[in-house]
């Protein structure tokens, strides 16, 4: 079962529990040591977009970038992220536009 995103506001506050977003089990901080380093998940924020641009000066060149517009959180523990479907799941939230590209490709 897949749990929907954390939205940005309901984001757990430093020193809570945070939790997988795919099998819901508690996750831990990266533990550091002298020779190596333990990580138990990965944050990826995410959520629709849209395409705004900007000029840094009157007359220098037009930027465009994607813009959050609502910004969830999805975290998934060192377990899950193993898992070929839940690697899928986080490309599709990382790059939605190239997600739909490939659908109406294959529709």
Same mark, same amino acid.
């Given at each position: 079962?897949?749990? /929907?995103?954390?939205?940005? $506001?309901?984001? =757990?506050?430093? +020193? ?10 508690? #996750? ?10 333990? *990580?138990?998940?990965? /944050?990826?924020?995410? +959520? =629709? *977009? ?7 000066? /009157?007359?220098? =060149?037009?930027? *465009?970038? &994607?813009?959050?517009?609502? =910004?969830?959180? #999805? ?11 839940? &690697?899928?799941?986080? /490309? ?5 536009? *190239? !997600?739909? #590209? !490939?659908?109406?490709? $294959?529709?």
């Amino acid at each position: 079962m897949i749990r /929907e995103a954390t939205k940005r $506001s309901e984001a =757990p506050e430093a +020193g809570a529990d945070a939790r997988c977003t795919h099998c819901g089990r508690v #996750v831990r901080e990266t533990i550091h040591t002298r020779s190596c380093y333990r *990580v138990d998940y990965y /944050e990826l924020h995410t +959520g =629709p *977009v849209e395409e705004s641009t900007f000029r840094r000066s /009157e007359d220098g =060149p037009l930027h *465009v970038y &994607q813009r959050l517009l609502a =910004p969830e959180l #999805v975290i998934t523990c060192a377990d899950c992220y193993r898992e070929p479907a839940i &690697q899928d799941e986080r /490309e599709r939230r990382f790059r939605p536009e *190239v !997600a739909a #590209v !490939a659908e109406e490709a $294959s529709a």
